[in-house]
């Protein structure tokens, strides 16, 4: 991809057997790690890294399956498991020199950095959330007609290679979707922004279908085994969130709590993508939350 975010260094990380992050990295101080999310890149942040980066260490990879990241083949998505894509990142971290982090993210970024606060508490500092519920809770809370509004859950759900082929057969109309209706301020993604989104998704389809098939199989297994064992999130996390549980009829805030002790839930009055929409906002709430 064409862009980067300006200031920062880019790197190769080998974080598995024959997979590297594409990882851009900047700034001194507390390190801070940000996740990306569907249909995007690491550059969904390249405004908040770089007020971040004035006091912090950041590190902004493309996850494992997006952007200019490895995609390692496996249309059961175990590849794809969380879990798997959490030890990704702790691993990053660890190769750049950082035992312990915070770690922020936005929609699949945030299961990822939700899975891996679970799964390495010992680890992860600070966690904060962008507009994503946990993934037993997603799937519990969507019924009915509302449930259109997450079609693409479904779909990619689906067992190889059906999504695959019908997403592939036009993909910048499938993820052009997304851009369009999950975004109240379209100037927040420029035209040349926007391209590299769907040129880096329009690469990634198997990859990126394996990641949502996996959130309906292992993932809801691993958050379902969470829940029976009692495991919670021990450390200070920051949810931010779209009021869309007035629409599906559920209560954001209460759902976290049964994850999060310590938890500070915000309602933003901005789209799906508020790191673009709202960057001081959210800059301003991570700042909060690493200092908690």
């Known amino acids: 991809m064409g862009s980067r975010i300006p200031g920062f260094d880019y790197h190769r990380v080998e974080v598995a057997d024959g997979v590297t992050l594409n990882t851009a990295v900047a700034g001194n101080g507390r390190p801070i790690m940000l996740l990306h999310g569907f249909p995007q890149t690491h550059l969904v942040w390249r405004h908040v890294a770089v007020e971040l980066a004035a006091d912090h260490t950041v590190i902004c990879p493309d996850l494992r399956g997006y952007g200019d990241s490895d995609k390692p083949a496996d249309p059961t998505g175990a590849a794809y498991a969380k879990r798997v894509m959490g030890d990704d990142i702790v691993a990053l971290a660890q190769a750049l020199g950082h035992e312990r982090f915070a770690l922020a993210g936005h929609d699949r970024g945030a299961l990822v950095a939700i899975r891996t606060a679970l799964d390495h508490p010992e680890r992860v500092t600070h966690l904060a959330s962008l507009d994503v519920l946990p993934t037993l809770d997603m799937w519990e809370v969507m019924h009915g007609v509302t449930a259109a509004t997450g079609f693409h859950l479904y779909l990619m759900a689906q067992p190889a290679d059906l999504p695959e082929q019908l997403i592939g057969a036009s993909p910048d109309v499938f993820f052009g979707h997304f851009l369009d209706i999950w975004t109240r301020d379209p100037a927040a993604i420029p035209a040349e922004i926007r391209a590299e989104y769907l040129a880096a998704s329009r690469a990634a389809v198997a ?6 098939r996996a959130s309906a199989t292992i993932d809801l ?72």
């Open 207 to 212: 990859s990126i279908v394996a990641d949502y």
């Open 221 to 292: 297994e691993h958050d379902r085994a969470d829940r029976a064992a009692g495991n919670t999130l021990g450390m200070p996390v920051t949810v931010l969130q779209q009021d869309w549980g007035a629409f599906l009829g559920f209560d954001a805030a209460a759902l976290w709590s049964a994850w999060a002790p310590d938890l500070d839930h915000r309602t933003v009055g901005c789209g799906h993508f508020m790191a673009e929409e709202s960057p001081g906002e959210i800059t301003g709430a991570i700042r909060e939350l690493v200092r908690r």
